[in-house]
């Protein structure tokens, strides 16, 4: 899900079961092992809106070791909006998993790795709100956010939309608002982020402090 239709949301209260932690954190770390996730939804409000698509690549060592990408059948409408901008159509989520088998699917992918995404937040609300609304678990991974390194890193670009800082990256931004299209950007960004520390700081890890 890109910025351009994603808002901050304020954390909303937890039950956790015993021996899960809850709600992870927000950090700043460059690490080699990760989960880089993307969601498609149909609005902006993870409480009335749906998940149309979930998206994720498990990286390992820096590389692509496995991918996780399916639409998810609605329950409501897909507006013309949400149509036009993704390309997902209400039609194409028919035959597709309903979000209460995805979204446990998609947690045991993820794990106990640290996700990876941009405005990682507004996917992290709709993700929690589901794994709470149907198996009352958190979703307890701790984060990092490449919107607020790219405001550290990049604070001369106009905005820090996903789309402008691929751009400025050169990156083909064809198909973009796509689960695996935005996760494979992402991880681009978050990769020529590292190297841009570096050459800021002298060291990624005086950024992480």
């Known amino acids: 899900m890109q910025y351009t239709i994603k808002n901050l949301f304020n954390d909303e209260s937890i039950i956790s ?28 409000n993870p409480k009335t809106n749906e998940i149309i698509e979930l998206s994720a690549l498990k990286i390992k ?42 979204i446990k699917d998609f947690d045991e992918f993820c794990q106990n790795k640290i996700i990876i995404g941009h405005n990682i937040r507004f996917d992290i609300s709709f993700i929690n709100q589901n794994l709470l609304k149907h198996y009352n678990i958190p979703f307890s ?16 670009l106009k905005n820090k939309k996903l789309s402008t800082i691929a751009e400025y990256f050169g990156l083909d931004t064809a198909g973009m608002h796509r689960g695996l299209k935005d996760c494979e950007i992402t991880n681009f960004c978050f990769g020529k982020f590292k190297l841009i520390a570096v050459e800021k700081f002298g060291s990624f890890e005086k950024i992480c402090k």
């Open 17 to 44: 079961k015993p021996l899960r932690k809850e709600r992870g954190k927000s950090i700043i770390a460059f690490p080699d092992d990760y989960v880089v996730l993307d969601i498609e939804t149909t609005g902006l």
């Open 61 to 102: 060592n820096g590389d692509i070791h496995e991918k996780f990408n399916t639409l998810i059948s609605p329950e409501g409408t897909i507006s013309q909006y949400i149509t036009n901008l993704t390309g997902i159509t209400r039609e194409m989520t028919i035959g597709a998993p309903n979000i209460k088998d995805a």
């Open 141 to 156: 991974n701790d984060y990092i956010d490449t919107l607020r390194l790219a405001r550290i890193l990049l604070p001369e």
